[in-house]
């Protein structure tokens, strides 16, 4: 049976196969961020990366599996983030935490705007759909899971709405410059801020 595209064919254990597995997604990410999905193949992958076509192929069945497992990891690193910053928040006013929640986004989708645009419009075509929606609705509870401990009314609710508002914020993004990141933040903070806190109030 042929692996599925959404599946990498080999787990690497070891240390040097980690590191090819490796070398071949910061590959893609290098490609992704300078030339755009359309450069995007496996030739090009295994050259940029180092490696032999066939080597690309123990690990990967195709350009498909690659651009998914990135998805994957890339949510990994938004969601453990966020977690984080839960997992402290009781110990931190509002506003901090909310600052905290707001850093861990923008710095995520900032840190390779390209990349992380390509990789969006992506998921419309692969195999994605179940796993984007537990994605979403794990954002959602983590970050209502913050808003709760400050007694947020409707914690769900307010979270859904800050999540939309602050993919709104950054979407169209193309540069990851200190000082756009530094906007975006104090803009997505009089947003979070004076939201949160008209809900309050309600």
């Known amino acids: 049976m042929p692996a599925s595209p ?46 032999s076509i066939g080597t690309l192929y123990q690990y990967f069945p195709g350009k498909d599996a690659i651009l998914i497992e990135l998805i994957r990891q890339k949510r990994t690193q938004l969601r453990d983030g966020l977690a984080a910053v839960a997992e402290s928040a009781a110990d931190q006013p509002l506003g901090t935490a909310l600052d905290a929640l707001l850093h861990v986004t923008i710095d995520h989708h900032m840190r390779w705007p390209m990349v992380g645009r390509t990789l969006d419009y992506a998921e419309s075509f692969l195999p994605l759909a179940e796993e984007s929606a537990v994605f979403k609705t794990e954002l959602v509870e983590i970050v209502a899971g913050v808003l709760a401990q400050f007694a947020v009314p409707q914690p769900a609710a307010a979270a859904r709405d800050l999540i939309l508002a602050l993919n709104g914020l950054i979407a169209g993004r193309l540069t990851s410059e200190q000082a756009e990141r530094d906007a975006i933040f104090e803009r997505a903070q009089i947003l979070a801020h004076g939201y949160i806190s008209a809900v309050k109030k309600q």
């Open 6 to 51: 959404a599946s990498p064919r080999k787990t690497p254990r070891q240390a040097r196969a980690r590191a090819t597995y490796d070398a071949i997604l910061q590959a893609s990410t290098r490609i992704l961020q300078r030339d755009g999905l359309e450069k995007l193949n496996t030739n090009h992958i295994a050259e940029v990366a180092g490696v």
